[in-house]
């Protein structure tokens, strides 16, 4: 069999694939790799830039790399032309052929992208859209090679290499190939839309049951654990619920009990006393914890156990640990994985119930806060809650200690950190802890009471506990009232009891705070 290309040069090859008399019995056929020819509707070359094989089809402004990319036909009855490079999903069909519009992420039904079109289509024509594979020459300078990108909520057909915020979709649509004005490319692997992680609304739009979580108090921990989609195991992992300080700091007494600092983590020391506080983040992070050492300490520690109803499914699995850090003396900080050794129980600081997983370092940190992750097998048997613990050792004077942005997923890498909506976070931080604010109540001074007449009543708790609290109250001020007490506390309610203190008519009012504390 002999070769049709044996010069170089194009050859027309029409009526001549018997040419070795064996009745069309090709064994194989070389192409010279060359640059891209001039167009001819079905001529194919071996692109010698792109390599691969490629083919002109019946669109002259777009050559089809045979086996690196994949495109459909699809007709613009828009209006309005759709540019090369914007992002489209399908929008019906019409004369055998699917039709198409710009896509954008604030709504589901135009968020769910199909591909970029890979040529100028005009209105009322059939164009050429890649839904797997590279689109050429495109501008992307307003990105990064590598860079994530999504769907705009905000211009229909653009990208964006932020996904949008709650309550619009995030739909993927690929990467960034190479970034540049006018020879851009983008690899489009395009994936399913979803309800954006922050927003409990936009998952019910996809379930279409409205209704079914308007009243989000009335979710138990679970289920709401369930509606809210998180890859992050551990919660409030950015430090935007902070229920017990609102940002102030905080003095962590050394070698006392382990204490709560910002929602569902906790902070230990040795040696001497040590100030944390919530701080302001940069960039996309809002928040960052910070300690400031002091002479004569020894060790810190900051971390979160994990409640079982929430880790259950990491048992077994390959799983990443990622934080954000930095430090002005630190240059070392450990991290240690453990599971409870009974259900949601893991024991105090000094006599811990907790088997260890695994333990580790990250080196090399620096005043400048940057990204640390490790991989960590998590046994079958944890399935009764994990803890994971950050330390260091001594954090002296005005030395600081920064984390931020900490993750626990499932998986053998570390992927962008998971920001959730505050409001969401809140929610499920209250199942552990939560204060009932300026609780009131008053009494007409007409009603008349005796010395000693008590009233009763119970209060519903704004959000179910995961498990039945220790109850305090705090602050309480009013008129004439003797005793104030609280009983029959349960996961989802209490009773209060109120006894006057003065016979007679006259006004009667009670203030107070109520901290619900169920932490582990």
């Known amino acids: 069999m002999g070769e049709f290309f044996p010069g170089g040069g194009a050859t027309d090859i029409s009526g001549k694939m018997d040419t070795d008399g064996n009745n069309g019995a090709i064994t194989y056929t070389n192409f010279t790799p060359s640059a891209a020819p001039a167009y001819q509707e079905g001529r194919v070359w071996y692109d010698s830039t792109d390599k691969a094989l490629s083919f002109y089809d019946d669109h002259s402004g777009t050559s089809i790399q045979i086996g690196k990319e994949l495109v459909i036909d699809a007709r613009n009855n828009t209006g309005s032309q759709i540019n090369n490079g914007q992002v489209v999903y399908i929008s019906g069909a019409t004369g055998q052929h699917p039709t198409i519009a710009l896509a954008r992420a604030n709504a589901i039904a135009t968020s769910e992208v199909i591909g970029i079109a890979t040529h100028d289509i005009a209105n009322n024509t059939i164009g050429k859209v890649t839904i797997s594979g590279l689109v050429n020459d495109v501008n992307t300078s307003a990105f990064s090679d590598g ?12 990208i964006t290499a932020t996904p949008p915020a709650s309550p619009n979709f995030v739909a993927p649509i ?5 970034a540049h004005a006018t020879q ?21 739009s996809i379930s279409t049951t409205e209704n079914a979580i308007r009243n989000y108090v009335d979710a138990t921990v679970l289920n709401l654990s369930t509606q809210i989609s998180r890859k992050n195991a551990l919660i409030n992992g950015a430090f935007s619920v902070d229920q017990r300080n609102n940002g102030a700091a905080q003095i962590i007494t050394a070698a006392a009990a382990k204490a709560y600092t910002v929602d569902r983590w906790y902070a230990y020391c040795t040696g001497a006393n040590v100030t944390g506080q919530r701080v302001a983040g940069s960039a996309q992070s809002q928040y960052r914890y910070r300690f400031t050492g002091a002479a004569s300490n020894t060790t810190i520690q900051f971390g979160q156990r994990i409640d079982a109803a929430s880790s259950y499914h990491l048992n077994g699995q390959s799983c990443t640990l990622s934080v954000d850090l930095a430090s002005t003396s630190i240059t070392t900080v450990t991290w240690t994985a453990y599971y409870a050794n009974t259900t949601d129980i893991f024991g105090t600081i000094a006599s811990p119930t907790r088997t260890q997983i695994a333990t580790g370092t990250f080196t090399g940190v620096t005043s400048t806060v940057a990204r640390y992750s490790t991989q960590i097998t998590i046994p ?7 803890e994971i613990v950050f330390s260091v050792g001594a954090l002296l004077g005005s030395q600081t200690w920064t984390i931020g942005n900490a993750q626990l997923e499932k998986g053998a890498f570390a992927t962008n950190f998971e920001y959730q909506d505050p409001k969401d976070t809140r ?26 007449v008590t009233h009763r009543w119970s209060e519903r708790y704004p959000v179910p506990m995961a498990s039945t609290p220790a109850a305090t109250l705090t602050n309480a001020s009013g008129s004439n009232y003797a005793t104030l007490a609280l009983m029959n506390i349960t996961a989802e309610k209490l009773e209060v009891r109120l006894e006057w203190l003065v016979d007679g008519v006259v006004a009667r009012s009670m203030t107070t705070d109520i901290i619900l504390d169920a932490t582990l």
């Open 380 to 386: 079958s048997a944890a399935t009764t809650g994990i």
């Open 174 to 178: 690929g990467r960034v190939a190479y």
């Open 147 to 158: 860079d994530s990108l999504y769907v705009s909520a905000t211009t229909a057909g653009a």
């Open 427 to 452: 929610l499920i931080c209250m199942a552990r802890y939560q204060i009932l604010k300026g609780f009131h109540r008053s009494f007409d001074s007409t009603l008349g009471a005796g010395t000693g």
């Open 184 to 204: 851009g490319k983008i690899l489009v692997l395009c994936k399913p839309t979803i309800a954006n992680n922050n927003s409990l609304g936009t998952s019910q």
